[in-house]
């Protein structure tokens, strides 16, 4: 097999990992309230200026160590940004619960624009960045053909394969799971039941922005250099994968970053990595032309 095939399949699949983490963000939301976050990616954006923080505040007092420097940025960027996704929550959607689902929407999209801005004039316009945390790569050989792996990819598809294999774990053998699960199914029965669903809804969000969060380190690690307006290709690409797997549905959203990832980074090396993007986008045209639910999405039934 050809070693470049095999090169950018290794990269697309480490690229598809960070879109998949993402993706869960929107269809976690999508699932339990039927509407989309589009300010998800700005919480992605925002956790690259708080990973760049905490490195930074961590370096300042003396820890070098790479184990405890990557752990302490994993859980103060991740903490925070579970903050900021309860906020978006509160302000952007629990007043709006009961309105139209238009308005919902344009309150996501005015804070998406609220973070950006707030990014921007906190940050500065100038495009920012961290120093490599992990050198090194090791080659792989099949047969004639090798994979060169970068310790740094290495790290993100272990810590994004932890990340899914915690967050299923919760949703599906835990008392926080099964209450997600029966807010998603029936929001009015599960409040009858005695779930606190407002809460639940909030913790939902928490936990896609964390995954957001576990991505932007991720990301950051591997590219090094990130602006206030980080958040918004990489959240559409997100939600692409998101549609792609089926909205709603969470092996489905890591299915779809994983093909989407895949699907991108064959398109870089085989076509023109100039109309990267363009490709992304006109997939997600097809999808929602030809099989709007997705590949592991159920199609809506209307009820009567």
């Avoid at 309860?86 to 919902?104: C, M």
């Avoid at 950006?116 to 050198?135: D, F, K, L, W």
């Avoid at 053909?145 to 740094?152: H, L, N």
């Amino acid at each position: 097999m050809d070693s470049f095939f095999l090169q950018q399949l290794f990269n697309g699949i480490t690229l598809g990992a960070v879109y998949g983490l993402i993706a869960i963000g929107y269809t976690m939301v999508y699932g339990i309230i039927g509407m989309i976050n589009f300010a998800h990616g700005e919480v992605y954006m925002i956790s690259a200026y708080l990973c760049a923080i905490a490195l930074a505040l961590l370096s300042f007092f003396g820890l070098h160590s790479f184990p405890l420097l990557i752990l302490g940025t994993l859980v103060f960027t991740i903490a925070v940004t579970g903050v900021y996704g309860w906020v978006i929550e509160r302000i952007a959607y629990k007043p709006l619960r009961n309105s139209t689902r238009l308005a919902p929407l344009i309150s996501a999209i005015g804070m998406s624009l609220i973070l950006q801005n707030y990014a921007q004039t906190s940050q500065g316009p100038r495009q920012q960045g961290i120093p490599t945390m992990i050198e090194g790569a090791v080659r792989f050989h099949i047969g004639e053909s090798f994979v060169q792996m970068t310790y740094t990819k290495i790290f993100i598809l272990i810590a994004s394969l932890v990340g899914m294999l915690v967050l299923t774990y919760i949703i599906g053998h835990t008392k926080l799971g099964r209450m997600c699960r029966a807010t998603q199914q029936d929001r009015k029965m599960a409040a009858i039941l005695g779930i606190n669903t407002d809460r639940v809804i909030s913790l939902v969000f928490m936990i896609g922005a964390a995954m957001a969060g576990l991505a932007g380190v991720l990301v950051i690690m591997n590219y090094g250099t990130f602006d206030f307006y980080a958040g918004f290709i990489i959240g559409i690409k997100a939600f692409t994968a998101a549609v792609l797997g089926g909205i709603g549905s969470l092996p489905g959203a890591m299915l779809g970053g994983l093909i989407l990832g895949i699907a991108e980074a064959q398109f870089s090396g085989m076509v023109n990595s100039d109309y990267k993007d363009v490709f992304s986008f006109g997939l997600l045209v097809v999808i929602l032309i030809f099989r709007p639910q997705g590949l592991l999405g159920r199609p809506v039934v209307a009820k009567v």
